[in-house]
């Protein structure tokens, strides 16, 4: 397959989980949100020099390569990996950026504010993610065994989670009458153990049992 129809197969795939396209890359920063959003999910690539639209413009500078290095390299915490292959489309130059989901989340990037955040691939979003999320990523760094015990704090919440609709961090939070930092960690370690599952509804993540 020659570079042209190898991209053109990538473009009819639309923006998803896994790729992204960018028309042209001006803000290293801005980018690094969506490294970390692959890093930290299932890996991705991003597709420079093409439109929203699927439309091949092309790269216009090597500024712009320099800028996906300094998104991944600089501007991300931990780095993040990123590999660089170059294609001829026409009288254009398509690159493909690929990103490889993390060993070592969670993968921080700027958010518009300044602060360093973690984010994960939603469809075609890139969602700051959630104290559950970070606290997911710690427990799988740690070597400690992963034990979970039905104690009455436990079943407690549980009952709370059962027969409900999907409910945000917040609300758990209020509703159980403990500190945040412990339902984050109880949380964490209940979606691990398959009971408990995250679900991202109208713009807000969602909390149910299984």
């Not at 473009?11 to 042209?24: A, M, N, V, W």
């Not at 090597?62 to 294609?87: G, K, Q, V, W």
């Not at 104690?151 to 500190?179: C, I, Y």
Request: proline share 3%.
């Amino acid at each position: 397959m020659d570079d042209s129809n190898y991209i053109q197969d990538l473009i009819s795939e639309g923006e998803h989980e896994q790729q992204d396209f960018k028309y042209k890359v001006t803000d290293a920063m801005k980018l690094s949100r969506s490294v970390s959003a692959f890093a930290n999910t299932s890996g991705g690539r991003l597709l420079v020099g093409v439109r929203d639209d699927g439309v091949v413009s092309g790269v216009r500078s090597e500024e712009e390569i320099y800028m996906l290095h300094a998104a991944a390299n600089e501007y991300c915490r931990p780095s993040a990996n990123i590999h660089f292959d170059t294609y001829h489309v026409g009288k254009h130059t398509v690159v493909v950026a690929t990103v490889p989901r993390s060993q070592h989340r969670p993968v921080m990037g700027v958010a518009p504010d300044g602060r360093r955040m973690a984010y994960i691939r939603i469809s075609d979003e890139n969602i700051i993610a959630t104290p559950v999320h970070l606290q997911l990523w710690r427990d799988e760094e740690s070597t400690r065994p992963l034990v979970l015990q039905y104690t009455d704090e436990e079943s407690t919440f549980l009952h709370l989670l059962d027969g409900q609709s999907a409910l945000p961090l917040n609300q758990l939070v209020r509703k159980s009458n403990m500190s945040r930092q412990r339902v984050v960690r109880l949380m964490a370690r209940l979606i691990r153990f398959g009971v408990v599952s995250c679900e991202y509804i109208g713009g807000k993540f969602l909390f149910r049992t299984q």
